[in-house]
């Protein structure tokens, strides 16, 4: 492979932010109208078997809201003001007609407000495929893996049922191998940026991990593999900054704002939960025999401990966060929440728990995906920063 120049990642980095401005998803539609018959599938956060989805020859498109560049105007009418904004704004790109183009949406169980979008999806736009994914809360095989290997073969059948054609087991396989390549792409520009942050900053990675939710995975790893030759010789200036984990926006994102104020507060981020469907297996999932007890296994066995995960043994929980801020060497944990984001909120008070048990510094606040007063937290982010630096070798 030809050596990218240094110069290209200033425009990698440009597409990325092109392709996250841009809410008509325009690039979405010039792949659909390529070819006469091409389907896309929209799925809410934080996991869906993409896999499948890119078997039966349709486009995974990762539909995260309207984030702070969409006003909300519909959406408001459809839900309570109690709820966090990511569903207002789903609603909003519908009714706008931003994704008419969307042949199908998949919501998986994370939460009563994702829930009940499924079905207000169903009512709403009655020509569009709509389906709850069913996740498992046992993950012993010959119970939580019967259960999910019959719930990917029923999304399967309904993938078939949308582009007309039966899905073998050997397109799930290839496509099994092409997202392999993609998670180790992925956890190798995570490793890069846990080993020089300066370098790869966290700004650029969260751009370049909703490009994955947009783009084919075969343009997403080698929009990866240019970055990683693109950054590999490249020495930005190394600043005196506290290195920290920040945890709990795995659903609604935060602005892009909010990562760059963090960022200028002077912290690094070296490890984050911002999109979990890029990292949710730890690693190769099988390729050989059944691919649909390959994903249910891999989904049980081998996916990253987060929050929104269940978890049957409460004696582990929060103990990830842990393990992430002495895996990356992180000094502290800044919990960033979503207003009304139950699965966080309701966990955060563990987890500091955990954290304080393991005397790990920590601060938390919450945001909403279109907040745009950033001073206030960038202050309580650069305040957290000189506390570590002051005060963790005391």
């Known amino acids: 492979m030809l050596d990218v120049p240094q110069t290209a990642t200033a425009g990698i980095i440009r597409r990325c932010e092109d392709l996250f401005a841009d809410l008509n998803f325009e690039t979405v539609r010039a792949w659909k109208a390529e070819q006469p018959g091409r389907k896309v599938i929209g799925y ?3 996991y869906v078997p993409r896999e499948i989805i890119h078997a039966a020859g349709a486009l995974p498109l990762g539909i995260l809201g309207g984030g702070d560049q969409l006003e909300v105007i519909h959406g408001d009418a459809y839900y309570q003001s109690y709820i966090c904004r990511i569903p207002r704004s789903t609603i909003e790109l519908g009714v706008s007609g931003r994704i008419d ?8 169980s994370i939460c009563d407000v994702i829930r009940n979008l499924s079905g207000m999806w169903k009512l709403m736009f009655p020509n569009v495929g709509s389906r709850y994914v069913d996740l498992p809360q046992n993950f012993e095989d010959d119970v939580g893996g019967v259960f999910y290997r019959g ?3 029923e999304i399967r059948e309904w993938l078939s049922g949308i582009t007309g054609k039966p899905i073998a087991d050997d397109a799930i396989r290839a496509s099994i191998a092409l997202f392999n390549e993609n ?4 956890r190798e520009v995570y490793a890069r940026r846990t080993q ?4 790869v900053p966290s700004s ?4 370049l991990m909703r490009a994955g939710l947009i783009l084919p995975v075969e343009d997403h790893n080698l929009l990866l593999r240019d970055y990683l030759i693109s950054v590999r010789d490249q020495q930005r200036p190394v600043k005196d900054y506290s290195r920290v984990v920040v945890s709990g926006a795995f659903c609604e994102q935060p602005p892009l704002n909010l990562v760059k104020s963090i960022e200028l507060s002077g912290c690094y981020i070296v490890d984050d939960d911002f999109m ?3 990292r949710w297996e730890k690693s190769d999932i099988a390729i050989d025999g059944d691919p649909l007890t390959n994903l249910a296994r891999a989904f049980l066995h081998d996916s990253n401990s987060t929050s929104p995960k269940y978890e049957p043994d409460l004696a582990k929980k929060g103990l990830y966060l842990v393990e992430s801020v002495r895996k990356n060497r992180a000094e502290g944990v800044i919990f960033a929440m979503a207003s009304f984001c139950d699965p966080a909120l309701l966990d955060r008070p563990m987890l500091q728990d955990i954290l304080k048990q393991h005397g790990v510094p920590q601060i938390a606040f919450k945001y909403a995906e279109n907040s745009g007063q950033m001073q206030p937290i960038r202050e309580q982010a650069g305040t957290f920063s000189d506390s570590i630096k002051l005060w963790s070798g005391a």
């Open 44 to 46: 809410m956060p934080y």
């Open 101 to 108: 183009f969307v042949d199908g949406m998949l919501f998986p």
């Open 276 to 278: 979990l469907i890029n």
């Open 196 to 199: 020089e942050p300066w370098n």
């Open 183 to 186: 998670r180790r792409l992925v």
């Open 204 to 207: 650029e990675l969260y751009l």
């Open 151 to 153: 719930e990917l073969n």
